[in-house]
């Protein structure tokens, strides 16, 4: 995979596409700018290299239409701010339009494109669309990890027409942080795996099986898995089709010699809200009709020292409803002790990412990834398509 580093930019048209698909609020007023603010370092590079930089993104799913809620001239407006430099808008992606403000760039310009998921080729991945975005530019950069286990226009077709292509800073700070923690870790490595749905894990823990020493599970998964160890777990959520696979990976785990921890106290309630009644109550004695929401203090503790010799520690999902306040101490605990940890350890994005934040551990960690998706798509062994089209 060639770096942008590689590529001779100076006064050439550099396409690069970001993510920034960043939150907003009803005003339209972003409310958390780390994808803008993990880009500034390539932007800025470009602009002391003299490129003509044209940025592209996606906002949100506007479903192949415009519609100004999902404009990207906020974002704009924002990256403008954070560079103190002039960026200018351009109201589409492709056409004569964009061709003309494309050619009026000098050395150092920055121009934005609007949304391109306003056109459905996008998703698409149509190659007249691709070939379109990839006429802009002499070089295209890939710098949007989150999005490069998609199969779209402007993630793996571009690639196949830009006369350059190369990955930027954040897809390989992405990469080699992947690598460092799961290909070629210091052990012993310790994977923490939470989240609501063992279906959405699935291939992820079993690939994990072949590199890790230890593999702890928390979440509403682990509801999954401790029914299909004969735990009744009352009203709690489970997946019902998923319980032999459950129980096969269990075994799988003991025949590889990996420590399997499953929780053996949990947070229960009698409903999912904030005002519900809770208890703290062993695997076996959860009250009927009630659910399990967290993991309990025991076992927190137990997981908590299970990190602490470790040389490596990967995190991929909460260990409970972590947005309700009562629900939030298992997923608390864990951070702190990956906090506290010497060992490098790498958090997944999306709602892992989110969780480090609220816990305060954000900055303490040796790595917070940019891509939930992307991320959980590394684990199950695969291949990026966005990093493929650059090889």
């Known amino acids: ?60 799913r506007p479903k192949g239409k415009k519609d100004l809620k999902f404009s990207l001239s906020t974002v704009c407006k924002r990256l403008s701010q954070l560079l103190k430099k002039q960026i200018f808008f351009a109201d ?27 056109h459905s080729e996008e998703e698409k991945n149509d190659d007249t669309f691709a070939k379109k975005l990839a006429d802009l530019c002499d070089v295209y950069v890939n710098d949007a990890f989150a999005v490069s286990h998609r199969d779209q226009a402007s993630i793996t077709g571009i690639p196949k027409f830009a006369k350059e292509s190369g990955a930027g800073f954040l897809l390989e700070k992405e990469i080699q942080s992947y690598y460092n923690s799961i290909e070629n870790p210091k052990r012993p490595m310790v994977a923490i795996i939470g989240g609501a749905k063992v279906s959405s894990k699935l291939e992820a823990l079993e690939n994990m099986l072949k590199f890790v020493d230890k593999l702890i599970i928390g979440g509403a998964m682990a509801n999954t898995f401790l029914k299909s160890q004969g735990v009744d777990t009352k009203g709690s959520m489970i997946e019902e089709d998923l319980l032999d696979k459950a129980a096969s990976i269990v075994q799988k785990a003991k025949e590889k010699g990996v420590d399997f921890l499953l929780p053996h106290d949990l947070v229960c309630a009698d409903k999912l809200d904030k005002d519900a009644q809770v208890k703290k109550v062993l695997i076996d004695q959860i009250p009927d009709q009630w659910m399990a929401l967290d993991i309990g203090p025991a076992t927190a503790l137990k997981y908590a020292n299970a990190i602490k010799d470790a040389g490596t520690i990967v995190w991929n999902g909460p260990m409970g409803v972590f947005e309700m306040e009562k629900f939030m101490s298992g997923t608390q605990v864990i951070a702190d002790a990956i906090a506290a940890s010497s060992a490098f350890s790498i958090v997944g994005g999306g709602d892992t990412g989110l969780a480090a934040k609220k816990c305060n551990v954000a900055d303490k960690v040796s790595y917070v990834s940019t891509g939930g998706g992307a991320f959980l798509h590394l684990m199950e062994g695969k291949k990026l398509p966005g990093v493929v089209a650059l090889e």
């Not at 589409?92 to 306003?118: A, H, P, Y």
């Open 1 to 60: 995979m060639k770096s942008v580093r590689d590529i001779d930019v100076t006064s050439k048209r550099v396409f690069v596409r970001v993510d920034y698909n960043v939150p907003v609020d009803e005003e339209l007023n972003i409310t958390d700018d780390n994808r803008i603010l993990e880009t500034l370092d390539l932007i800025l590079y470009l602009v002391e290299q003299n490129a003509r930089i044209i940025i592209a993104s996606h906002l949100g």
């Open 92 to 118: 589409d992606c492709i056409g004569d339009s964009v061709t003309k403000m494309v050619r009026q760039l000098t050395n150092g310009q920055i121009l934005m494109l609007e949304n391109l998921r306003f």
